[in-house]
């Protein structure tokens, strides 16, 4: 991929960039991204009908096990080249903020450090209750596990539809967004809120607004460079590109 000269100029004499991730960056290690078509037993469900409170209360079995069968299938998943790109990106940038959609972990199992989740994180468990996180639960696969504490129902801990975002990631994210010189937006259409508004944030504030993506998005038109492909290879391609390894 080749990069415009101002491009790379911006980026060397940056020393402040935030960066936004969705599904995209994950698809490279295998796992379909949240608008992919679903498979098997679960291919009769659309996401985002499942990924609510309300599925919860009227089904919480269905939506416990659709949860063990994507912790499943992330089982043997690693990170690729893209998220290991933006280990070395975090590494070259004085203030660097990683803000994810993904519900993975595999920006921080690849060794990112700056890394605001603000969908939640799939792989932990905690009480719908009482909120105590629990690190194992029976593995019955008649009921959904019940809390140790307080007898309350298990459900990942992850953000659901009509939930409010974690208030100190959200605040952290939207401020490394006002505050950044360079905005990335990679592997998100870019259609959920309030992550999506994070890219208008930096705009408004004068950033230079960065997108990589496999596919045009509703940002595509209001960015200043897009790069279409795979984040896995233009990723790696950036950094050789402006730091030479
Ligand atoms: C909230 C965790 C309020 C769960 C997720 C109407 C208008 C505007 C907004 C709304 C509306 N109605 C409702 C809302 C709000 C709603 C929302 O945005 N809905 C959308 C769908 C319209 N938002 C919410 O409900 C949020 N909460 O607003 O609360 C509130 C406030 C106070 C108090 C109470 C309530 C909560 C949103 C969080 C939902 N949870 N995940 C789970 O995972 O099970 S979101 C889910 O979608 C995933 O986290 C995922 O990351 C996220 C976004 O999807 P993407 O990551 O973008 O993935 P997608 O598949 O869409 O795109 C992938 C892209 O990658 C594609 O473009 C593809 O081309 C590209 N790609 C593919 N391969 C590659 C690639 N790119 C590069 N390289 C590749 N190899
Ligand atoms: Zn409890």
Redesign the pocket.
Known sequence: MNFPADFIRFLKAASRIAVL?????S??SGLR????AQTGLWAQYK??D??SPEAFARDPKLVWD??AW?REAMKGVRPNP?HYALVELEKKIPQFTLI????DGLHRFAGSQNVLE???N?QKVRCADCGTFTEEWGDDSETVPTCEKCGGLLR?D????????PRAELEAAVNASRACQVYFS???????????SLAHAARNNGSVVVE????P?PLTPKVDFAFH??????LPDLLKAVWGD
Do not use: C, M
């Open positions: 991730t969705g599904a995209g960056v698809q490279e991204t949240f608008r992919d996401p985002e499942l990924a659709w949860y994507r893209g994810t959609q993904n519900v603000l969908h939640g799939i990942p992850v953000v659901w539809f009509g939930e409010a975002l990679i592997g998100t259409s870019g259609l959920v809120q309030p992550a999506a990589i993506n496999a596919e998005t492909g795979k984040s896995g290879e233009i």
